[in-house]
């Protein structure tokens, strides 16, 4: 299985960016799916996630401005990102819990690769 995300950049502040990141590979069903954040120095914390049932989690620095959403036929899961200030600055990484087809009783975590998004002041 692999997670490719995409989306990131550069963006002034009070701009709007969107992440994208889709699952490839032997996969039975997503069970959650979301996205982390992670400065340097400091530990990665969640962002944003949809688990099952379609409900959604936010860090609450990010509510009212971000919107997660997924596409669970194309696998896929997207961040809308608004509002966005300095401290949004970070490498963001997409997760997922998975369940194969190899073996659809047993449930994995998986990460993207980072994606860089910078917002200037």
């Known amino acids: 299985v692999q997670l490719q995300a995409s989306g990131g950049g550069m963006v002034q502040a009070g701009g709007s960016l969107r992440l994208s990141c889709a699952a490839s590979g032997s996969i039975f069903r997503i069970d959650a799916v979301g996205w982390y954040r992670q400065a340097p120095g400091k530990s990665r914390e969640l962002v944003a996630a949809?688990?099952?049932?379609?409900?959604?989690n936010y860090a609450d620095s990010v509510k009212g401005r971000f919107t997660i959403s997924r596409d669970s036929a194309k696998n896929m899961v997207s961040l809308q990102m608004s509002s966005l200030n300095s401290e949004d600055t970070d490498v963001y990484y997409c997760?997922?819990?998975?369940?194969?087809?190899?073996?659809?009783?047993?449930?994995?975590?998986?990460w993207g690769q980072g994606t860089q998004v910078t917002v200037s002041s």
């Open positions: 949809i688990t099952g049932g379609d409900s959604t």
């Open positions: 997760w997922a819990i998975i369940r194969l087809t190899t073996n659809v009783s047993v449930t994995r975590q998986y």
